[in-house]
């Protein structure tokens, strides 16, 4: 089963656009990922975002975290092609309890 | 340093067969993960180990399919026997089982069943 939705299901951009993408859950978490995963490999781990923490940025992402909505937002700036993949958020739930979203298909072109 | 390492990469099997798949977690690293991926879709967790415990299994469906952890290192996935079903991508995943540290995940076993 899974835990998070993720909106849209897919989406399709220009290089240089910003790309948004959100995520829902719905119990309580430890923490908040968000993973990337080109076609036909394994998932990256991109960044964590703790419980208590309500934005967190790593180079051209940025993540929000919304505790009382249950919410999350993805979004990377200044889209590159290389960027085009899937992207999903997990949950960290007890202890190392990990449950992946449905995910976002992300493509952009040049 | 190595990645999480899974073999095979690619199987072929005919239904009812049994199969196999490898994972050699990150050195290190308590908390190993079986995830099944279906085309389009997310991973969905079928186990979880702490060391060579299997502290989440309700998703595993135990009537074909097992796994295990052997000195909390190592761990294989079974099915047996295989239906059409199952074909999917098998992930594995380590974690080094502190609070609030991400997974790292190995390139998959994807799995063909005719």
Redesign the interface.
Known sequence: SQQGEEDPQALSIQEGENATMNCSYKTSINNLQWYRQNSGRGLVHLILIRSNEREKHSGRLRVTLDTSKKSSSLLITASRAADTASYFCATEHGFQKLVFGTGTRLLVSP | EAG?VQSPRYKIIEKKQPVAFWCNPISGHN?L?W?LQNL??????LI?Y?NEEAV?DS?LPKDRFSAERLKGVDSTLKIQPAELGDSAVY?C?S?P?T??????????T?LTVV
């Open positions: 999480v908390t993960y995830y389009g879709q997310g991973p969905e967790l979880r702490e989440d998703q992930l995943a974690s089982g609070p609030n540290t991400e997974a790292f995940f190995g390139q998959g994807r």
